[in-house]
Nanobody, 122 residues
Framework: VQLQASGGGLVQAGGSLRLSCAASGSGFTLMTMGWYRQAPGPQRESVATIPVNSGGTTNYAPAVQGRFFISMDNAKKTVYLQMNSLKPEDTGVYFC???????????????WGQGTQVTVSS
């Protein structure tokens, strides 16, 4: 599974950005897609995750609840993160993450995208 993310950039506080991440490849089933971010430093935190099939729940980090919205287009195997009312503390590298498995297999795998920089100026 390959991931291609886009949509980062520089924005003023209060502004909006939309991130996209498309998964490609064959012979696999996507289970969950999501976004993590890493501010300067080694720690990465989960921002939002969304199950590919109905029956699961969409989750948001408390810091972004009500401002960020995750969605996906199953047909395009693409996940989006709409980020509104951005704050300087939202600055960081945003990584697309997918959990998937090969057809007919039960073992869950995890892939990370290359990361896209989001910078929010005050």
């Amino acid at each position: 599974v390959q991931l291609q993310a886009s949509g980062g950039g520089l924005v003023q506080a209060g502004g909006s950005l939309r991130l996209s991440c498309a998964a490609s490849g064959s012979g696999f089933t996507l289970m969950t897609m999501g976004w993590y971010r890493q501010a300067p430093g080694p720690q990465r935190e989960s921002v939002a995750t969304i199950p590919v099939n109905s029956g699961g729940t969409t989750n948001y980090a408390p810091a972004v609840q009500g401002r960020f919205f995750i969605s996906m287009d199953n047909a395009k195997k693409t996940v989006y993160l709409q980020m509104n009312s951005l704050k300087p503390e939202d600055t960081g590298v945003y990584f697309c993450v997918v959990w998937w498995r090969y057809y007919g297999r039960t073992y869950m795998r995890e892939n990370w995208g290359q990361g896209t920089q989001v910078t929010v100026s005050s």
